[in-house]
């Protein structure tokens, strides 16, 4: 089995993308999202984290955590995220196809197999990606303006004034991508 190199530094703060199968837009309805939410507190009850950022897009989602300060396990936590998801999920829709890999796996085809990591480096990179995490449905062309989105955590930081009103509108695209420059 191949070696990925992943960070494992205990107490970080982590940033993830997670793709949907053949990235099949599953995440449409305000039920499927509430399977994520029931499944992600389901994964902090057991293995306890700080969701500090999240966005779920009809195909993907990206989130920001911080582990326990003597904890690494961030993998165990997205498989287990993964699993309770498609535990709740798969008996409500039936309709998806296998590879004979995926068949050999014993998979789902609910999620591509891998995530995207990247341990957060300091206070510029931790606001950078929950910037990226709250413009994302901007970027993708789902709305105009993130306020228009309301499966990201964006509206809680709004609420606790840490976001203007109006911060991530489509003008302000130009501001974000000079921030990644």
């Known amino acids: 089995m191949p070696n990925y190199g992943r960070d494992k530094t205990p107490g970080a703060y982590y940033f993830f993308t997670l793709v949907t ?3 099949a837009s599953i995440f449409v309805a305000e039920a499927i999202f509430q399977l994520l939410r029931i499944s992600i507190r389901q994964v902090k009850l057991e293995y306890p984290f700080h969701l500090e950022a999240i966005v779920v897009l009809p195909d993907h989602l990206h989130l920001l955590m911080a582990l326990p300060e003597d904890d690494d396990g961030y993998s165990k936590r997205i498989a287990k995220m993964k699993k309770y998801f498609g535990d709740r999920y798969l008996p409500m829709n039936r309709s998806f196809s296998l590879s004979e890999s995926g068949k050999k796996r014993h998979e ?10 990247h341990r957060i480096r300091n206070q510029s990179d931790l606001e950078k990606h929950i910037h990226y995490i709250h ?5 993708h062309g789902h709305v105009r303006s993130v306020e228009d989105w309301k499966w990201s955590s964006y509206h ?13 509108s489509i003008d302000h695209n130009i501001v974000l991508e000079e921030e990644w420059d």
Do not use: T
């Not at 809680?156 to 991530?168: E, R």
């Open 21 to 23: 199968y053949k990235r």
């Open 108 to 117: 789902r085809a609910i999620w591509q197999r891998r995530f995207w990591e």
């Open 135 to 139: 413009y994302n449905p901007v970027k």
């Open 156 to 168: 809680s930081f709004l609420k606790k004034g840490l976001y203007d009103k109006g911060w991530g």
